[in-house]
C-alpha cells in the first residue's frame, strides 16, 4: 500500500509538441504541463537489436497522486528526473517516455507513469 510519505522524490511531466526547426525539419517540442512528487520504482533493464545496433533499455515506474489528471497518456508526455529545484539538471535529467499508465486505489487514487528510455535515444528534444 502507496502511503503519502513514499511520494518522496520531484519529477517534472512534459507534453510534447510537433514544429518545426529552422531547416524544416520536424522535431518535437517540449513544455512542463506539472511538477510531482512520485514514488520511484525501478524496473527490470534489458538490452534489444534493432538494425543491427544492441541498445540497451532501462525501465522505471513513476506513481503520483491522480488529481484528475486524465489527459496524461502514453507517448504524448514524458518524465524528466531527477531534477533540482523545480528545474532540469544539464547534463544529469533523463527523460523517460511515458509507455503506458495504470490507476489504482479506491478512495486515495493513485497514477503509475510506466516509462523507459533507451540508451541510443537519438530524437532531438527542446524545451
Not at 533499455?57 to 508526455?77: C, P, Q, V, W
Not at 517516455?97 to 487514487?109: D, S
Amino acid at each position: 500500500m502507496i502511503t503519502i510519505g513514499d511520494l518522496d522524490t520531484q519529477i517534472i511531466i512534459q507534453k510534447g509538441y510537433p514544429a518545426r526547426d529552422t531547416m524544416g525539419g520536424a522535431v518535437q517540442v517540449f513544455e512542463n504541463v506539472k511538477i510531482e512528487y512520485a514514488k520511484v520504482d525501478w524496473k527490470d533493464g534489458g538490452s534489444e537489436e534493432n538494425e543491427n545496433r544492441v541498445s540497451g533499455i532501462t525501465y522505471i515506474e513513476f506513481t503520483i497522486r491522480d488529481e484528475g489528471n486524465n489527459d496524461i497518456s502514453a507517448n504524448l508526455y514524458r518524465v524528466a528526473f531527477p531534477i533540482s529545484n523545480n528545474v532540469v539538471i544539464g547534463g544529469t535529467t533523463q527523460y523517460y517516455t511515458i509507455e503506458g499508465v495504470k490507476l489504482f486505489g479506491g478512495r486515495k487514487k493513485w497514477r503509475t507513469l510506466i516509462c523507459s528510455v533507451n540508451s541510443n535515444d537519438n530524437r532531438t528534444y527542446t524545451g
